[in-house]
């Protein structure tokens, strides 16, 4: 009885990781290209498929209730729509009652070509 149940959670571990390596060598070339758009999608198409795998294979995610992947996709959602609500207020550099100093200063020094202004170290 038990053999039957191991069974049906045996899959093809090194073959999936793998995948999992050669993913993340694409992750770590794709950047070096230093073109915006192949870095995004290396970086954040990747992570998905990588978190696809590792969820469906080494978790077992297909062997959970079935409520489970409801709540999980629940939980992304509001966690989408909570940042995407709170991102244009929290982005904004100005706003009734709402000054970000620090904030402004750095993009003013980065604008003019000095770099951050945290890169002035003092002198020993």
Not at 86 to 110: F, H, I, L
């Amino acid at each position: 009885m038990s053999e039957e149940v191991h069974d049906t959670h045996h899959g093809n571990y090194v073959k999936i990781w793998a995948i999992l390596v050669v993913l993340l060598a694409v992750s770590v070339v794709g950047p070096m290209f230093e073109i915006r758009v192949v870095t995004l999608v290396t970086a954040f198409g990747v992570a998905i498929v990588k978190a696809y795998l590792v969820i469906k294979h080494f978790m077992h995610i297909n062997h959970t209730p079935r409520f489970i992947p409801y709540l999980v996709v629940t939980c992304l959602v509001f966690m989408l729509l909570f940042f995407a609500a709170v991102a244009p207020d929290v982005m904004n550099d100005t706003g009734s009652g709402w000054e970000k100093p620090a904030w402004v200063a750095e993009e003013k020094a980065w604008a003019a070509g000095g770099g951050s202004a945290g890169d002035q170290h003092p002198q020993p």
